[in-house]
């Protein structure tokens, strides 16, 4: 295109020798979030997740020149899981922002409405839907742990950084009884930093 910061992103993923698929992938997401303001079902959130999350890992296996199928998925998994457990983190903002990404039909089957989002306290029914839908996201990390072990040196430490970083916000979630309208739960330092020995150690 003729959009002068796209043809500086095409000349970086050229330099780099890059593949330019996730880069596209990543521009779509920002496309979709112009149009898409909420998720009928979980499937359809993974699936913007794969445009928004996934090529981002990808992305750091290709700059480490450690990319394989099985590293791939798992970087997605962690990938994934880490997008998940920041949108539990911001459901509150999201919301004033006019988005919703807790899907729509996990809503119904907590009885959860949009308007229970609007609240300085999170009602019950929402905090039982934040805890399923957090467990989710930690089992995706407990899914794509086995990347970090499958690789060594900065790349063993980056992705392990990522990993650590998103469980400590799993940790934050469940610590702050996923009270989310009241205050944006934030990692640890230390619940990083203890996470990331325990990966990467």
């Not at 119904?108 to 467990?135: C, H, I, M, Q």
Request: proline content about 5%; aromatic content about 6%; hydrophobic content about 40%.
């Amino acid at each position: 295109g003729g959009n002068p910061s796209d043809q500086k992103l095409a000349a970086t993923v050229r330099a780099l020798g890059l593949p330019a698929e996730p880069f596209h992938r990543l521009i779509e997401a920002n496309r979709q979030d112009q149009r898409v303001k909420t998720y009928a079902t979980f499937d359809d959130l993974r699936a913007y997740c794969r445009l928004s999350a996934d090529p981002v890992g990808r992305i750091v296996l290709r700059v480490f020149e450690v990319s394989s199928d099985a590293r791939v998925a798992w970087s997605d998994a962690i990938c994934t899981g880490l997008q998940l457990v920041e949108h539990w983190q911001d459901v509150a903002e999201d919301r004033r922002a006019g988005r919703i990404y807790l899907p729509a039909g996990d809503m119904a089957r907590f009885g959860v409405t949009p308007e229970d989002l609007d609240g300085s306290t999170t009602p019950a029914n929402l905090k039982r839907l934040l805890a399923y839908e957090t467990d989710r996201a930690a089992e995706l990390f407990r899914q794509g742990t086995p990347l970090v072990r499958d690789l060594s040196g900065w790349a063993r430490l980056a992705i392990g950084g990522f990993l650590a970083g998103g469980l400590a916000t799993v940790d934050a979630l469940r610590r702050a009884d996923y009270d989310v309208l009241a205050c944006t739960p934030r990692p640890r330092k230390a619940d990083v930093l203890r996470h990331l020995i325990a990966k990467v150690a």
